[in-house]
């Protein structure tokens, strides 16, 4: 770089609007993601809970629908199906 | 892997070497340019701000060259990109709120 320009003089107006414009960001950035982050952890905790009677219910249901399925295949297969099954 | 690591300090020096200059250009232009308007300026923004408002308010904004006009869109512009810089450095992420 042989000769730089000299620094502009950049008017105050401009310099003001910048750094009010950088601190409000930051501001609103920070208190914005905070009140995100405390609705998130409200409804994570609330599908934490459902989660588990989920599992239980869709664990439920996987169990019967297999039954249900050997019980078919028997039929198919001409196999007899135990009396406790 | 030993060379490698018996080169870092080199390495480190020479880097630090090639960026001081650079760095010297950036804080002699950041020094004028970036840093923020002191109390005695002050006025010159209060009367900035005036000047916005009077030329919205008579129509003058209307006589603007558009050459002039586009300028200060762009100074806008940048002003507001500066927003959106401080909310990236609040929410702690680049892209999104990562919650």
New interface residues.
Partial sequence: ?AS?AA?????????????A?????????????KS??AK?TILREEEAKQAVIRNAQLEEEKKKLNRDEMIYLAGQAGVKVPADF | MSKLVARIPAMAKAAVESTTPKLNTFVRYAKVELVPPSPAEFGAVAQGLGNIVKSAQTGAWKNLTVKEATLNTLVAVEVMCWFFIGECIGKGSLVAYQV
Avoid: C, D, Q
């Avoid at chain 1, 620094?7 to 750094?19: A, E």
């Fill in positions: 770089m730089l620094p502009v003089r950049v008017s105050p107006l401009i310099k003001f609007g910048r750094w414009a950088l601190l409000t960001g930051i501001v609103y950035g920070s208190s914005h993601f995100l982050k998130e």
